[in-house]
């Protein structure tokens, strides 16, 4: 009689194989199907963007793949919005989506398309400063100057936010219409955008004085 242990030899299941076992099947399971058959995907046809920005429409077509950062910047060549971390983390990239701040590396162009969309380059009033850029420049909330455009664009947004009486976390009386905005308000409403120069005194000083000028 044959032996079957030469046809199938025994194999030793281990708590370690069966967790390699899956661990190699979820990574492959994530995997593009381009880059399992060892061909690259091909590209999605673009697709028919309108972008209402600073006032003027742009009929864009683009991938349906680009990050309304990538669009503003490399499509439209508005670059005081800054590519920092990419993943939503240092807030450089903030612009205004109808009047609310957001991440534009986090989000796709063909999400906002007929939205109104602000950004550092629109809130001036023509050759005049919008109030929170003369404040920043008073006050030198800068230093590298990489972060202010995000920084400027989030504390314009912020205001209207706290003008609406949306709370944030340090809020201590949330029965309140509106929030007096303390230091340690403007800090943690913030607190999402990151200056690695540490200029946060000036911009909170900045943010104070623009405050004050807009109501």
Do not use: W
């Not at 309304?68 to 807030?91: F, I, M, N, P, V």
């Not at 602000?118 to 809130?123: A, K, R, W």
């Not at 009486?165 to 509106?178: E, F, I, K, R, W």
């Amino acid at each position: 009689m044959e032996d079957t242990h030469a046809i199938f030899p025994t194999v030793e299941v281990t708590r370690r194989t069966v967790i390699e076992t899956g661990t190699t099947a979820l990574l492959l399971s994530s995997l593009p199907r381009g880059a399992l058959a060892g061909t690259d995907q091909v590209d999605p046809s673009p697709t028919s963007t309108a972008l209402r920005v600073n006032g003027h429409l742009h009929n864009l077509a683009l991938d349906p793949r680009t990050t309304l950062l990538d669009a503003l910047r490399e499509h439209l060549a508005l670059t005081g919005s800054k590519k920092g971390c990419d993943h939503g983390q240092c807030g450089a990239c903030t612009v205004l989506v109808e009047g609310r701040r957001i991440n534009s590396c986090l989000t796709l162009a063909v999400m906002h398309d007929g939205q109104s969309i602000t950004t550092v380059e629109g809130l001036a009033f023509g050759e005049g400063l919008h109030p929170m850029q003369a404040a920043f420049v008073e006050h030198d909330g800068f230093q590298c100057g990489y972060c202010t455009s995000g920084q400027i664009c989030s504390a314009v947004g912020m205001l209207a936010e706290s003008r609406e009486g949306a709370p944030s976390y340090v809020t201590a009386d949330l029965t309140q219409p509106a929030t007096e905005l303390s230091d340690d308000e403007i800090r943690e409403r913030m607190s999402g955008n990151i200056c690695r120069c540490a200029a946060y005194p000036n911009i909170v000083a900045a943010i104070k004085q623009a405050m004050g000028e807009q109501t």
